[in-house]
T-cell receptor
Framework: AQTVTQSQPEMSVQEAETVTLSCTYD???????LFWYKQPPSRQMILVIR??????QNATENRFSVNFQKAAKSFSLKISDSQLGDAAMYFC???????????????FGTGTRLKVLA | NAGVMQNPRHLVRRRGQEARLRCSPM?????VYWYRQLPEEGLKFMVY????????ESGMPKERFSAEFPKEGPSILRIQQVVRGDSAAYFC??????????FGSGTRLTVV
C-alpha cells in the first residue's frame, strides 16, 4: 500500500523569503502522479502543482516549484517570494490507480501548516 | 461553471440523528469521490461513484454510512445514527478524466 509522509507539522517563513516543504512517499508503482494542495482556513482544497512520475523535469507554477527525486521517493515543494496569502495547510498527495475498479484514489499526508511572518 | 457544490457548509446533528450531505459535481463530470478529514489530519478516501453505481466503497465504514449518485440530482452521503466520532469535514470531488480532481469546499459535520 502506498503511504505519504510529511514530517514537518509546522513551518514559518518571513514574507518575501523562500521556504521548502518536505514530502516522502512509498510505492511499488512506476507510473503515478503527485500533487500539492493548499487548504486555507476556508477549507477549500486548492491544487497548487502536480507532477507526473514519468517526467524527469520538475513542475513549476509561478512561485511554486517542486524537487521531485523519484529514486529517493521525495517530492518537496518550494515557495519563492512568500506572501501573506500563502499561509495555509499544505498537503502532499499521491494518486494511485486501481486497474480493477478504475478508481483513482488520493493518499494524503498529514499536512504542514505554513505561517508567513510579516 | 460553478465548480463542485457541497451543501450544507455546516451541519450540526445530535447523537443518534441522521446526517445527509449533498454534492453536485462540476458540469460534465460523471465521477464523484467522497473523502473525510478528521481534525489535524489529511483527507481519507471513502467512496467512488459513477451515475447510479458504487464503484469502490473500500474506505466507507461498514455500518451507518451509505452513498448514492442517482441518475438525476446530487450525490448524497448519508450517515445514520451519528456519533461524536463522525464529527469531521466531508469533501466531495469530481472528475471526468484522469487529469485530476476538483474538490468542493466541504461540509463540516458537528455531532453534539
Amino acid at each position: 500500500a502506498q503511504t505519504v509522509t510529511q514530517s514537518q507539522p509546522e513551518m514559518s517563513v518571513q514574507e518575501a523569503e523562500t521556504v521548502t516543504l518536505s514530502c516522502t512517499y512509498d510505492t511499488s508503482e512506476s507510473d503515478y502522479y503527485l500533487f500539492w494542495y493548499k487548504q486555507p482556513p476556508s477549507r477549500q482544497m486548492i491544487l497548487v502543482i502536480r507532477q507526473e512520475a514519468y517526467k524527469q523535469q520538475n513542475a513549476t507554477e509561478n512561485r511554486f516549484s517542486v524537487n521531485f527525486q523519484k529514486a529517493a521517493k521525495s517530492f518537496s515543494l518550494k515557495i519563492s517570494d512568500s506572501q501573506l496569502g500563502d499561509a495555509a495547510m499544505y498537503f502532499c498527495a499521491y494518486r494511485s490507480h486501481d486497474s480493477t475498479s478504475g478508481t483513482y484514489k488520493y493518499i494524503f499526508g498529514t499536512g504542514t501548516r505554513l505561517k508567513v511572518l510579516a | 461553471n460553478a465548480g463542485v457544490m457541497q451543501n450544507p457548509r455546516h451541519l450540526v446533528r445530535r447523537r443518534g440523528q441522521e446526517a445527509r450531505l449533498r454534492c453536485s459535481p462540476m458540469k460534465g463530470h460523471s465521477h464523484v469521490y467522497w473523502y473525510r478529514q478528521l481534525p489535524e489530519e489529511g483527507l481519507k478516501f471513502m467512496v467512488y461513484l459513477q451515475k447510479e453505481n458504487i464503484i469502490d466503497e473500500s474506505g466507507m465504514p461498514k455500518e451507518r454510512f451509505s452513498a448514492e449518485f442517482p441518475k438525476e440530482g446530487p450525490s448524497i452521503l448519508r450517515i445514520q445514527q451519528v456519533v461524536r466520532g463522525d464529527s469531521a469535514a466531508y469533501f466531495c470531488a469530481s472528475s471526468f478524466s484522469d487529469y485530476g480532481y476538483t474538490f468542493g469546499s466541504g461540509t463540516r459535520l458537528t455531532v453534539v
